[in-house]
């Protein structure tokens, strides 16, 4: 018997606004029978751009609420939370705890031929240097070179993702330079709002880069911990998602839709975050 004792209830994912549901999208391509809990902190977000102190007492708030859903695992499906409560610290939760760094450093390690892998990210997890240690230990004769890109989430969140869109060019030309100049053939999207810009970052990128997706990463190795732990959803029945969010619902609604490839509807409830704690 499992630590959240059941399979059958929800996977638990949470980020600062809208990005996680990059994540979202992968889980119920790979895992669609799968129920699923998000908990986007839209009246929040960024995190990004915060101290450490205030992203943990976020995100152990994002943890508390999806627990109180009764989830059988949570993934942090935010680049910055991932790179700040380190799945390996938050000890003494009744759940399995992942994050994105991991997974994105492992398939980064994999796909590089040259050795050169770039990260790109929120001030917050370039700070933190997260990527470079997991890339270290994976292989130490990885080069990382990070670059901090503090505009694209509010660019997301803010609709500004289609490919031709000038001011994401725009921040894309200026915030790829060091990862472009180092010429590395991985880059790592370190922040899951970041899927959303891949046609302007591959174009910036040019031909030959790889783009690996933090979000999707960690949804395939989400599906690796529940078939390992046996809480894989014993059903042929499709999963229902339920979306929870901290600011009123109706922007979420209108850009969820987006994130998650057009296939779903995505009403969100809000809820109140601050009452939540573990
Ligand atoms: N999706 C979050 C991440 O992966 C966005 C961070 C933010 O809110 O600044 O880092």
Same mark, same amino acid.
């Given at each position: 018997?499992?630590?959240?004792? =059941?399979?059958?209830?929800?996977?638990?994912?949470?980020?600062?606004?809208?990005?996680?549901?990059?994540?979202?999208?992968?889980?119920?391509?790979?895992?669609?029978?799968?129920?699923?809990? /998000?908990?986007? @902190?839209?009246? $929040?977000?960024? /995190?990004?751009?915060?101290?450490?102190?205030?992203?943990?007492?976020?995100?152990?708030? =994002?943890?508390?609420?999806?627990?109180?859903? +009764?989830?059988?695992?949570?993934?942090?499906?935010?680049?910055?939370?991932?790179?700040?409560?380190?799945?390996?610290?938050?000890?003494?939760?009744?759940?399995? /705890?992942?994050?994105?760094?991991?997974?994105?450093?492992?398939?980064?390690?994999?796909?590089?031929?040259? +050795?050169?892998?770039?990260?790109?990210?929120?001030?917050?997890?370039?700070?933190? +240097?997260?990527?470079?240690?997991?890339?270290?230990?994976? =292989?130490?004769?990885?080069?990382?070179?990070?670059?901090?890109?503090?505009?694209?989430?509010?660019?997301?969140?803010?609709?500004?993702?289609?490919?031709?869109?000038?001011?994401?060019?725009?921040?894309?030309?200026?915030?790829?330079?060091?990862?472009?100049?180092?010429?590395?053939?991985?880059?790592?999207?370190?922040?899951?709002?970041?899927?959303?810009?891949?046609?302007?970052?591959?174009?910036?990128?040019?031909?030959?880069?790889?783009?690996?997706?933090?979000? $999707?990463?960690?949804?395939?190795?989400?599906?690796?911990?529940?078939?390992?732990? +046996?809480?894989?959803? $014993?059903?042929?029945?499709?999963?229902?998602?339920?979306?929870?969010?901290?600011?009123?619902?109706?922007?979420?609604?209108?850009?969820?839709?987006?994130?998650?490839?057009?296939?779903? @509807?995505?009403?969100?409830? $809000?809820?109140?975050?601050? @009452?939540?704690?573990?």
């Amino acid at each position: 018997m499992s630590r959240a004792g =059941d399979a059958s209830r929800p996977i638990g994912v949470f980020d600062s606004g809208l990005g996680g549901l990059t994540a979202v999208k992968e889980l119920r391509a790979i895992l669609p029978g799968e129920d699923i809990v /998000y908990f986007g @902190d839209t009246g $929040r977000v960024p /995190y990004g751009s915060r101290g450490r102190d205030i992203i943990i007492s976020y995100a152990r708030q =994002d943890i508390a609420f999806l627990l109180a859903k +009764g989830v059988k695992i949570v993934l942090a499906a935010c680049g910055t939370v991932s790179s700040t409560l380190l799945p390996e610290e938050a000890t003494g939760l009744p759940v399995e /705890y992942l994050g994105v760094v991991a997974p994105a450093s492992a398939a980064a390690a994999r796909a590089t031929r040259s +050795g050169r892998v770039g990260v790109i990210g929120t001030e917050a997890t370039v700070a933190s +240097g997260s990527y470079q240690r997991a890339l270290a230990g994976i =292989d130490a004769g990885i080069v990382c070179t990070t670059a901090a890109c503090p505009l694209f989430v509010p660019l997301v969140e803010n609709g500004h993702f289609a490919p031709g869109d000038r001011m994401a060019e725009w921040a894309a030309e200026e915030y790829l330079a060091p990862v472009k100049a180092a010429g590395v053939d991985t880059l790592i999207l370190g922040c899951t709002h970041y899927p959303l810009l891949a046609g302007t970052i591959a174009a910036q990128m040019g031909p030959g880069v790889t783009l690996i997706d933090s979000g $999707r990463e960690a949804a395939l190795a989400l599906k690796d911990r529940l078939e390992a732990a +046996g809480l894989l959803a $014993r059903t042929r029945q499709l999963g229902k998602a339920d979306y929870y969010v901290s600011d009123e619902p109706t922007r979420f609604h209108q850009l969820a839709q987006i994130f998650m490839g057009g296939a779903d @509807d995505v009403p969100a409830r $809000r809820i109140e975050i601050e @009452d939540y704690h573990l």
